[in-house]
């Protein structure tokens, strides 16, 4: 049985463009949260706080990437 490839260049250009995306929604969303008056200080956690959530976001795909890939591969009645 030839192992099927899980990962193309297309899916991970894909999945980073949905991560930037969702690094600058977080990223605005949290700059109104920090508790601080001094600019760097907001402009600094809101980049820790939205990296941290976008790396989160970014595990979150991939486990949808498998799980779905392993759904649709059942479906055909394939063995994965």
């Known amino acids: ?4 490839k899980t990962v193309s260049p297309l899916g991970v ?3 980073l463009a949905f991560v930037a995306g969702f690094f600058l929604i977080i990223f605005n969303v949290v700059q109104s949260h920090v ?10 956690w809101s980049v820790l706080t939205a990296a941290c959530l976008s790396g989160t ?6 486990m ?17």
């Open 1 to 4: 049985m030839a192992s099927k």
């Open 13 to 15: 250009v894909i999945d």
């Open 35 to 44: 508790p601080s008056n001094d600019p760097a200080m907001v402009l600094l």
């Open 57 to 62: 976001f970014w595990i979150a795909i991939q």
């Open 64 to 80: 949808f990437r498998v799980v779905l890939r392993a759904q649709l591969q059942r479906n055909r009645g394939e063995r994965g």
